[in-house]
């Protein structure tokens, strides 16, 4: 049976199930900034409604038993500044993370501070003892992030955007508990 998506607390960060309302602040936040995009399987978002058809298609995933997404809120100033969470690949047997954040907040340490009670929360709760994740080969920035998390570099693969046609370069990481 499916777990409710939680709200998860840590020290600088909340977690809370994303929502279709965030549309507009995303969309202003990281959406429409190339600089983000450059490293996510989805394009530039053109608009809020862009934003909001695929916030829908996150809130439907946190509807089943494969998805888990979170906004992320800084407590110091309540900015929803990102999002993440975990999708079942079905290929691989296990959750999959991925994350996503607003360009001023890069190097800051929240990254990795989400995607830890991430998957704290995938490991404890959910009772996996193994998950994915890949990222674009140009950002570094994230596998630190995975290795902090406990995840090891497994192989190089070649992916593609949600446009259906650009390929991109990227790296897939494994965490085995």
């Not at 490293?39 to 608009?47: D, I, K, L």
């Amino acid at each position: 049976m499916k777990k409710e998506v939680p709200v998860i607390e840590t020290n600088r960060l909340r977690l809370r199930p994303i929502s279709v309302d965030d549309a507009s602040e995303i969309f202003k936040n990281w959406t429409a900034d190339e600089r983000v995009a450059k490293y996510m399987r989805w394009t530039v978002h053109q608009s809020t409604e862009m934003t909001a058809t695929w916030l829908k298609t996150e809130v439907n995933g946190n509807e089943n038993s494969k998805s888990y997404q979170w906004a992320f809120i800084k407590k110091e100033d309540g900015c929803l500044f990102g999002a993440g969470g975990v999708n079942f690949n079905d290929s691989e047997n296990c959750y999959e993370l991925g994350y996503n954040l607003m360009y001023s907040e890069w190097n800051k340490g929240y990254a990795t501070e989400a995607a830890k009670a991430i998957v704290d929360f995938v490991i404890e709760e959910l009772g996996e003892k193994q998950m994915v994740a890949g990222f674009m080969i140009d950002n570094d920035a994230s596998g630190r992030v995975m290795e902090k998390c406990g995840f090891v570099y497994e192989k190089n693969e070649v992916g593609v955007k949600l446009d259906g046609k650009t390929k991109f370069d990227s790296k897939r990481y494994r965490l085995k508990k």
